[in-house]
């Protein structure tokens, strides 16, 4: 099985006359997991990639591949697979075909397009013209191009884009098995649903700037937590909150109890005797907090806090 690789961006800068496309970023990239790298349209995301894998010269900083300038590298396509959005397949050639040219001058056996094509699900319309190719599957002919050097890198510019419902679900749990097994993923996209669920880490990136870097759970864990509480007999409910000199909000789903932990909500409604019928911790929605992000509204939440940390200490 291939090793995957840290990527290690340090101060990484470009600046394209007055623009700056992508600002002192600096970040790491960890093997065994998928990590979404985020922004909105224009954020930096592909220029950053692209000074990663050698195809723009920054004007500041590095970015490294297992500790190596992508120039640096040895066997490139044994090291990292890349289909960065704009992969361009020639529409006369046969999928198996542009493989197979691929794979020569990279010094890879031939029996490995069949494989990689299998991979992907184009076994049967790898000998198809690429021309006639849905979009969908141009982006699976660009993954398997990926694939060809079995590479403990893999680098995926929006690997979404053109897929259906079906090919979303196939290509999430197909990135999650390939970091399974030990390899960095990094996947860019500019939809945090898209990434949500596919994705253990994230990097988001606006105008340029690093906004945060951390796990999922760790974006939303921030100070705005609710409870949701309910009762089957909610005027009972509300005056054991009023009795209790806690505020609330009515909603559908019952009545929201902003920066109290749900002990404090239940401990309430037992003082006055009343029958629950829900009560749960929730966060701030994870979209909220990307958007808020992203446009500057929102600042990135703190690290996580000592109490945390040594109460999962504690349990190792
Ligand atoms: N070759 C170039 N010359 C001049 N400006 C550029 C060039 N490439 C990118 N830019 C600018 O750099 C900024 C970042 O662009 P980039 O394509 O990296 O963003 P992105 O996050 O990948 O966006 P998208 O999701 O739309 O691809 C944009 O303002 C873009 O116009």
Not at 244 to 256: C, E, H, I, N
């Amino acid at each position: 099985m291939p090793d995957g690789h840290v990527l290690e961006f340090s101060g990484l800068t470009k600046r394209f006359g007055a623009v700056t496309a992508v600002d002192a970023l600096t970040a790491r990239v960890e093997p065994g997991v998928v990590t979404g790298f985020l922004g909105p349209n224009g954020a930096g995301k592909t220029t950053t990639l692209r000074m990663l894998l050698g195809l723009v010269r920054a004007s500041d900083g590095t970015a490294t591949i297992g500790g190596k300038r992508y120039a640096q590298l040895t066997h490139p396509l044994q090291t990292v697979g890349a289909a960065l959005e704009a992969s361009s397949f020639h529409p006369g050639r046969t999928a198996a075909r542009h493989l197979a040219v691929y794979a020569q001058a990279a010094g890879i056996r031939r029996p490995r397009v069949d494989e990689v094509l299998g991979q992907v699900g184009l076994a049967d319309v790898g000998g198809r013209k690429v021309g006639g190719y849905s979009l969908g599957m141009r982006q699976r002919l660009g993954l398997a191009y990926t694939l060809l050097g079995d590479p403990g890198v893999l680098v995926l510019d929006e690997p979404a884009n053109g897929l259906d419902p079906e090919g979303i679900r196939w290509m999430r749990g197909f990135l999650q098995a390939l970091a399974a097994e030990g390899r960095t993923v990094l996947v860019s996209s500019h939809q945090l649903t898209e990434i949500q669920q596919t994705a253990q880490d994230v990097l988001i990136l606006a105008r340029g700037r690093l906004v945060f870097q951390g796990s999922l759970r760790e974006l939303t864990d921030t100070d705005e937590q609710a409870t949701v509480v309910d009762a089957p007999d909610r005027d009972a409910l509300a005056r054991a909150l009023d009795a209790a000199a806690l505020a609330y909000q009515p909603m559908r789903a019952g009545f929201v109890v902003a920066g109290v932990e749900p002990v404090a909500v239940g401990a309430a409604a037992a003082a006055q005797g009343v029958a629950l019928s829900a009560l749960q911790r929730r966060g701030p929605a994870l979209e909220e907090v990307f958007l808020g992000l992203v446009d500057g509204t929102r600042e990135a939440p703190s690290p996580t806090p000592d109490v945390t940390a040594s109460v999962e200490g504690g349990a190792r």
